[in-house]
C-alpha cells in the first residue's frame, strides 16, 4: 500500500484524479491517518465521486462507477470509504448530532438511554429540512439514492427512511455487540464523526460472510415464521475484522455481512449516524411477520 505514495508528486497526481477510497480496510489506524492527511487537502467531494482502493490489493484506481462499488459490496458485505467527508460539512453534522442528542423530542423521537449508548432514530419524511439542514442534506444525497437504486436492482426501496443517530462511551457490551446479521435486511450509509480505532468500537464485519448470512436470512423468510423466531447468530469461518478510520470516514453495509458493535475502552467514544434503506418488499414481509 506504502508503494503507492512513492512521491508526493504521485500522490497528487492520483488526488487530482479525485480519487475515492474503498473495500477492505487495514487494521492500523495509522496507515488511515496517512491517508487521511492526503484526502483532506481534497476539495469539497461527494459520495463516490473519487478513486478506489481496490478491495484486496489496497491500490488506487481511477474513479470508479457505481455498478464497481456495488460490486464490492455484494461480494465483501461493506465499502468504506475513510476520511471522504470534509470537514466543513463534517463541523455541521457534529453540531446537529449533538442538538440531536440532547433535544431528540424537538424532531419528534424519543431519546433512548441505554446503558452507555444514547441513540435517537429521526424519520426523514418528519425531518425538517431547517432544522437539520446538513443532516438532511447529506442522507438526501443524490449518489446515495443512485447507488441504493443500482444496488436493490431497481426494485421499490425505502430510501434513507430513517437515521440513526448514536452516541456510545465506554462499554464492554455495546448494545448489538455480538455477531450477527440483521433480522430485517437493510442497506445503512454509516458516517464516524470523531476518528475511530478499534479502541473507540468501530464496528465489527466479518467480510465476505453475506453469502452465508443471506441464504440464512432467506430460508428464514421463506418459512414465514416470526421474527422472534429467528435466530440470527451464526458462526462463520473467516475473522472479523474492524472497520476503523478517522473522522468523516463513510462506508456501506449490507445488514446480511455478519456484524457487531466493538468494545469502547476507557477514555474513548464512539459518534455515529447512519442512514437506513431497505426494500418494500422486505418491510412488508417484516409488517407480516413482525
Ligand atoms: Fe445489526
Not at 75 to 92: A, H, I, K, M, R
Request: hydrophobic residues 40%.
Amino acid at each position: 500500500m506504502i508503494g503507492i505514495f512513492r512521491s508526493k508528486s504521485e500522490v497528487d497526481r492520483h488526488l487530482s484524479k479525485r480519487l475515492f477510497v474503498a473495500g477492505r480496510l487495514s487494521e492500523e489506524i495509522k496507515t488511515f491517518h496517512r491517508i487521511a492527511d492526503k484526502i483532506d487537502r481534497l476539495p469539497g467531494s461527494e459520495l463516490l465521486e473519487e478513486g478506489t482502493f481496490n478491495a484486496e490489493s489496497l491500490e488506487i484506481r481511477d474513479p470508479v462507477r457505481i455498478s464497481e462499488v456495488a460490486k464490492l459490496l455484494y461480494q465483501w458485505g461493506y465499502v468504506c470509504f475513510p476520511s471522504l467527508v470534509p470537514y466543513p460539512l463534517l463541523n455541521e453534522l457534529r453540531r446537529e448530532f449533538v442538538a440531536v442528542l440532547e433535544n431528540g423530542f424537538r424532531y419528534g423521537q424519543a431519546v433512548d438511554e441505554f446503558d452507555a449508548s444514547t441513540t435517537v432514530r429521526l424519520l426523514m419524511a418528519e425531518l425538517d429540512r431547517s432544522d437539520l439542514k446538513a443532516t438532511w442534506d447529506f442522507f438526501n444525497s443524490r449518489i446515495m439514492n443512485d447507488f441504493s437504486r443500482v444496488y436493490f436492482r431497481g426494485e421499490p426501496f425505502l430510501f434513507n427512511y430513517e437515521i440513526f443517530v448514536q452516541e456510545t462511551g465506554p462499554t464492554e457490551s455495546p448494545p448489538s455487540g455480538d455477531l450477527h446479521f440483521d433480522k430485517r435486511h437493510t442497506l445503512k450509509f454509516w458516517i464516524y464523526l470523531d476518528d475511530t480505532p478499534a479502541e473507540a468500537g468501530a464496528m465489527r464485519i466479518v467480510p465476505g460472510s453475506i453469502r452465508e448470512a443471506r441464504g440464512a436470512r432467506m430460508n428464514h423468510m421463506a418459512r414465514k415464521a416470526p421474527l422472534s423466531r429467528f435466530d440470527n447468530i451464526i458462526s462463520v469461518q473467516n475473522p472479523e475484522i474492524p472497520v476503523a478510520g478517522p473522522a468523516g470516514t463513510v462506508f456501506i453495509h449490507d445488514t446480511d455481512a455478519v456484524h457487531g458493535a466493538g468494545t469502547v475502552e476507557n477514555g474513548y467514544r464512539r459518534r455515529i449516524m447512519r442512514g437506513h434503506c431497505r426494500t418494500k418488499r422486505t418491510q412488508s414481509w417484516i409488517e407480516k411477520n413482525a
